[in-house]
């Protein structure tokens, strides 16, 4: 079983619409849960932190489930500047974070 | 200043060249970090220096080799690479604390192509 699973989509998206897709991870002990949002050659960029049990920031919310070991991200009323890839980064230890594959997100007009 | 730094953003060299790639950040974090990343892949772990000491090494060939000269900077020499080591090579920082890391700060990558 991989660290951390994602479902790669891609998750097609009327604009306004809203959109959810979760990540898995496998180490019970991980503190540390992160979103990146990365577009076509770009680097990732941090969109959410979560510690404890979610985070909201805007449009944008985190639920972090410790007993199933998972973490969603849901993104309302979806704009066409939302496409890109979603990461999901989970931490392993201090030093070393955890990638998901990613979560392809196109929102059309 | 919130941002990491890389030089150069793009990258051409031969398989009998030598080129170091440079990361910056002044943002105090005293872990910084190594990822290649490939197509459509997530980034991989390369190498993480701690407080200038080098932490982990993810099996990375020995043509590729790290340098912390400080705290703020972070190289990657490269040597004798093959086409294979073409890709996105992403330089982060990030505060860390015991047991606990804060995230990462990522810079725009050195876009890496080898001949």
């Known amino acids: 079983r991989k660290e951390v699973e994602q479902d790669p989509g891609p998750f097609n998206v009327p604009e306004g619409a809203t959109v959810a897709f979760n990540c898995t991870y496998s180490n019970s002990a991980s503190q540390s849960f992160f979103w990146y949002r990365q577009d076509c050659r770009k680097e990732p960029k941090l969109l959410m932190s979560v510690y404890s049990s979610g985070n909201e920031d805007g449009r944008f919310t985190a639920q972090l489930n410790r007993a199933s070991q998972y973490i969603s991200l849901l993104i309302r009323d979806s704009k066409l500047s939302d496409s890109a890839t979603y990461l999901c980064?989970?931490?392993?230890?201090?030093?070393?974070?955890?990638f998901g594959a990613g979560t392809q997100v196109v929102v059309t007009p | 200043d919130t941002e990491v730094t890389q030089t150069p953003k793009h990258l051409v060299m031969g398989m009998t060249n030598k080129k170091s790639l440079k990361c910056e950040q002044h943002?105090?974090?005293?872990?910084m970090y190594w990822y290649k990343q490939k197509a459509k892949k997530p980034p991989e772990l390369m190498f993480v220096y701690s407080y200038e000491k080098l932490s982990i090494n993810e099996s990375v060939p020995s043509r590729f080799s790290p340098e912390c000269p400080n705290s703020s900077l972070l190289n990657l020499h490269l040597h004798a690479l093959q086409p294979e080591d073409s890709a996105l090579y992403l330089c982060?920082?990030?505060?860390?604390?015991?047991?606990?890391?804060?995230?990462?700060?990522f810079g725009s990558g050195t876009r890496l192509t080898v001949v």
């Open positions: 980064v989970v931490n392993v230890n201090w030093g070393k974070l955890q």
């Open positions: 982060a920082s990030s505060q860390v604390e015991t047991g606990f890391n804060y995230g990462y700060t």
């Open positions: 943002m105090g974090h005293r872990a």
